[in-house]
């Protein structure tokens, strides 16, 4: 679509995906449009707002990071999209909604000559209208009702039914009466029932498949990726930038400071610290040297190091997990969605009534002509026009209702799910918690000596200097001009003032106990200890309370250790089970499974992706990793815990307006079919019963608007 | 009565006629970026002021 573009007329070249989460104006559009291709090896961008990404055409041996450096200059974070996800178009969408135009045009242009028979047109007119209908509604049948067809046909060749079964057989089977009676000069053809299903029942898998490309797009913008690839040291000592699936054992590559890791290896050079909470939950960082492993995927915090790669691509710890994930996903694509349940009674229920109805009036001596015109009445009345529209247009709604409040819902499946879930499992860190330590005292510090610390944090990338930044910038305080400042790895910062000297680096154990500390100390003042904690979640305590009242109970499943656990598991009175590996996660979720329950399972870090792909449902906050982003069913946004309970909330209203919908939707064929029977539906009254139901079903799943509240 | 042998192809090509711009605007990606032409009107478009 970009390639069609006028300004990307620089076919020839390769093009790239970036997600830009936050373009959010029109300037945006045009720094990045106009600002790029004024760097070298850049020869064009164009911005997709809506799916806020940006396709960037350049040259062969520019690389990625050299963009991704042209975008940040212009003041904006990016992420590569892997072909994955930039492969998948909205195809699915498109062509849905292209036999939903079809189906569209048809239907009105045959209501037109439909209206004239019903007004009382006779004899000849009435034939060449009929004859005019069946030339428009021929083709488009065939078109539009492929989905249905292809569905249908599916489902019988596996010896099962599902809705489209009676859909399809309805709509050919009234195709091919009414072709019959056109053929005849009968008085009925039912051309415009069979083309109105169509247009109906499309809107509905329309509305459907959006809601889907809706929220992946929302998704994937957030996608934060590990790293894309890692520069590696060649034999005549150049470096050179090496893609993540190109990297091989044995190669030797150069990780920065604030970078992540794209392989599995072994630290051949230098020390540092390593973030490793992607993996194990774990959030107090750990120190690694010479001859440890590391794991792609964690960050390298303060030092630069070398690494002996041990495993790339496929055999990495990463791609084990990646695995156990897809394994445990299996149990959530065995759910049957509600109106498939529907369906496996529905269909074989229609089929039986239309064929009893048919024998019936052979029986009472209709001949079997007008006994065919009643059983395709029946078939036609009876189809599951409301029905079809019930589930998808009341899970719409409701998506967009949660998507204003920042939670992306992948599918209308995922609603259904977690209205379900009775029981509740919680990771710590990250998702109880924010993920990341906060300064808990900062009035420990005197006003004068703040700006020092400021400075001194200022200058390195360790997440409790970052935190510690944060709260004083957070309180005003501008840093001092400091000499000298320097970094020593796996120890602290220090710098110069005129002549006295000044440290932020770890405390004595004795000092700090068993929690996050860091001590300032300069030439003569006593020695000031600064305490971290990963801070609970805004309204987690409510939230958990929420949840309590909805009759959902809540535990928490942690990597962590449990001196770690402790203090959030007391805060908010809840049982822990600690130092969880993934695999220990994923048992205690069968065993509640076994035991009856349904387990919505809410975490962020990889090492809670099987588990958030095997819970009956499960939820991520946007800031997890891109494994927890894609096991779970539903993101949300923000600092706070409580869309966790917004979403239980809306699902099971969601859940509530379909079963409403189903109810009107079967009551409008109860009363509707008595009458089919009976013979005395025409064209007409189908016509009109079926908008007529499809409409108040809609309205019914427009009230959803407010359910996230 | 000859009317509507004017009338009713002359309806239909009409219809036609919106059904092919409909496909034609989708083929062409004028529903891709539905926020963004919005606020691409927005942009003042005198690009040539590149330094």
């Given amino acids: 679509m970009n390639a069609s573009s006028p300004r990307a007329s620089t076919a020839a070249l390769p093009e790239t995906l ?20 004024h760097t070298p090896g850049i020869a064009a961008a164009r911005v997709n707002f809506t799916a806020k990404r940006i396709a960037i055409s350049h040259l062969p041996e520019t690389k990625i990071p050299d963009i991704q450096r042209a975008i940040a200059a212009l003041g904006f ?85 599902n809705m489209d079964v009676p859909i399809s057989i309805g709509v050919v089977l009234t195709t091919a009466l009414s072709l019959f009676e056109t053929f005849i000069g009968g008085a009925h053809a039912y051309f415009d029932g069979a083309v109105m299903l169509l247009f109906f029942l499309l809107t509905g898998r329309w509305l459907d498949s959006v809601m889907r490309d809706r929220a992946r797009d929302g998704v994937s913008a957030l996608l934060k990726h590990k790293a894309a690839g890692a520069l590696v040291l060649s034999e005549d000592a150049r470096s050179e930038w090496v893609l993540a699936d190109a990297l091989k054992p044995g190669m030797i590559m150069l990780v920065a400071a604030g970078e992540r890791l794209a392989a599995d290896g072994i630290i051949t050079k230098g020390r540092s610290h390593f973030d490793l909470s992607l993996l194990t939950g774990e959030s107090a960082p ?23 790669i041990t495993a790339a691509g496929a055999s ?41 109805s048919f024998a019936g009036w052979m029986l009472a001596g209709a001949g ?53 879930v009775d029981r509740a499992l919680f990771d710590k860190t990250g998702t109880l918690t924010i993920g990341r330590p906060e300064l808990v005292n900062a009035d420990a510090l005197s006003a004068a000596d703040k700006p020092f610390v400021l400075a001194l944090a200022r200058a390195s990338r360790h997440p409790l200097s970052q935190a510690i ?19 020593i790895v796996g120890h602290g910062i220090e710098a110069q003032h005129y002549a006295e000297r000044m440290q932020l680096q770890r405390p004595d154990p004795a000092d700090a106990g068993a929690s996050l500390a860091v001590q300032f100390s300069r030439a003569d003042a006593p020695v000031v200890i600064l305490k971290f904690e990963d801070a609970l979640r805004a309204d987690a305590e409510a939230t958990l309370r929420a949840l309590k009242a909805l009759g959902i109970d809540s535990s928490i499943a942690s990597g962590d250790r449990a001196e770690a656990v402790q203090p959030v598991a007391r805060a908010l009175a809840l049982t822990a089970q600690t130092a969880m590996r993934p695999q220990d996660k994923l048992d205690a979720i069968s065993r509640l499974a076994a035991a009856g329950h349904k387990v919505l399972m809410i975490g962020d870090g990889l090492n809670d992706g099987p588990a958030l792909a095997a819970g009956h449902a499960s939820l991520a906050p946007a800031s997890a990793s891109d494994a927890g982003q894609n096991a779970a069913d539903a993101v949300f946004m923000g600092d706070s815990l409580a869309p966790v309970a917004t979403a239980v909330r809306a699902a099971r209203a969601t859940q509530r307006i379909v079963k409403q919908n189903f109810v009107l939707a079967i009551g409008y064929n109860a009363i509707a079919v008595p009458l089919a029977i009976m013979g005395l539906v025409t064209p007409l009254i189908a016509a009109l019963a079926m908008s007529s139901s499809s409409i108040i079903v809609v309205a019914n799943a427009l009230r959803l608007k407010g359910a996230a509240r | 009565m000859t009317g509507i042998a004017f009338l009713i192809p002359i309806a239909l090509g009409l219809g036609l006629c919106g059904l092919a711009a409909f496909f034609w605007s989708l083929k062409n990606g004028q529903f891709d970026d539905l926020d963004g032409a919005a606020l691409r009107i927005l942009i003042e478009d005198e690009g040539a002021v590149d330094d």
């Fill in chain 1, 77 to 161: 974070e990016s992420q590569p999209l892997g072909d994955e996800l930039a492969g998948i178009a909205d195809d699915s969408s498109r062509e849905l909604l292209k036999a939903m135009a079809v189906a569209g045009f048809a239907m009105m242009n045959i209501m037109l000559l439909s209206v004239s028979v019903w007004s009382g047109a006779s004899g000849g007119t009435r034939d060449l209208f009929h004859w005019l209908s069946a030339l428009i509604a021929l083709p488009t049948v065939a078109y539009s009702g492929r989905p249905f067809f292809r569905s249908a046909w599916s489902a019988l060749r596996n010896r099962r039914t």
């Fill in chain 1, 469 to 487: 930044r944060r709260a004083l910038e957070a309180e005003g305080t501008v840093a001092a001009d400091t000499e000298n400042i320097r970094e």
């Fill in chain 1, 286 to 308: 750990a120190t690694m040297m010479v001859g440890d492993p590391v794991h792609a995927g964690t960050l390298n915090i303060d030092a630069p190091v070398e690494i002996r």
């Fill in chain 1, 18 to 37: 970036f997600a830009v989460p936050a373009m959010r104006c029109a300037a945006c559009i045009s720094k990045l449009e106009n600002g790029l291709p």
């Fill in chain 1, 316 to 356: 990495t710890v990463l791609a084990d997990i990646a695995r156990l994930m897809e394994d445990a996903g299996q149990s959530k694509s065995r759910y049957v969605r509600i109106a498939d349940r529907a369906a496996r009674y529905y269909a074989p229920a229609v089929h039986m009534l239309a064929l009893l």
């Fill in chain 1, 368 to 420: 079997w002509h007008q006994s065919l015109l009643i059983a395709v009445a029946v078939l036609i009345i009876t189809c599951p026009c409301a029905l079809g529209l019930a589930v998808p247009a009341a899970q719409i709604v409701a998506a967009g209702a949660l998507m204003k409040k920042g939670i992306l819902v992948k599918d209308g499946s995922a609603l259904e799910r977690l209205a379900e």
